[in-house]
């Protein structure tokens, strides 16, 4: 384990990776990449690249691409890591379901009121496309999420993420690390209120 965190090194190194690229901060995404330890970048570095662009939006996807490229790029792609089509339509609903509980139902009828293109974004495109893929464990995608919607101070849906993290499997100790990680440099009193949201959803 970190000595820094309650995460994995490797874990570690992925939250700051999808932090990094959703604040923009490419000195800290080229230093992750300089700094990276033998049979790293691999697969894990590459699915949360693709993931990002869910925070992040794909612009700084891209910069990223451009960025992590010039410092050394992130290893071959194998062709397992490009998905045959079509995929299971079903994928995304149950990774959904999975996640959000209980509370599912309502999330989709605010989406689809909101407006039926997004709900159909949301589910056919990130869960179904991007989350649901194999390549990385789905705790760890969630703790991702959270490292980066923390440090988007986006509490709402920090606290939906720190839910799904702990019903994947991911320990209370791995999501107050990452939400740590996610506020770091915030302002003193929304960094205090994204840490007690954390902890309040991930049952810590």
Request: with cysteine.
């Amino acid at each position: 384990m970190s000595a820094a965190s309650g995460l994995t090194l490797e874990t570690e190194r992925l939250v700051r990776l999808t932090i990094a690229i959703c604040q923009g901060d490419w000195h800290s995404l080229r230093i992750l990449r300089r700094e990276a330890p033998p049979g790293e970048p691999d697969r894990g570095w590459r699915e949360a690249l693709l993931q990002s662009h869910l925070f992040a939006g794909i612009p700084r996807m891209v910069e990223a691409c451009a960025v992590l490229l010039a410092e050394g790029g992130l290893d071959i792609c194998g062709p397992e890591e490009i998905e045959a089509q079509p995929i299971d339509p079903e994928r995304g609903q149950r990774l959904f379901d999975e996640i959000y509980g209980d509370t599912g139902p309502a999330v989709t009828e605010a989406l689809a009121r909101a407006h039926p293109e997004i709900l159909a974004i949301t589910l056919d495109h990130a869960y179904k496309r991007v989350l649901s893929r194999p390549g990385l464990a789905g705790a760890t995608r969630e703790l991702l999420a959270v490292g980066a919607l923390a440090a988007g101070n986006q509490r709402r849906q920090l606290a939906s993420h720190a839910r799904g993290a702990l019903r994947l499997g991911a320990l209370p100790e791995e999501i107050l690390a990452a939400a740590k990680l996610g506020v770091e440099g915030l302002p003193e009193e929304e960094a205090g209120a994204l840490m007690e949201t954390a902890r309040k959803y991930a049952g810590a």
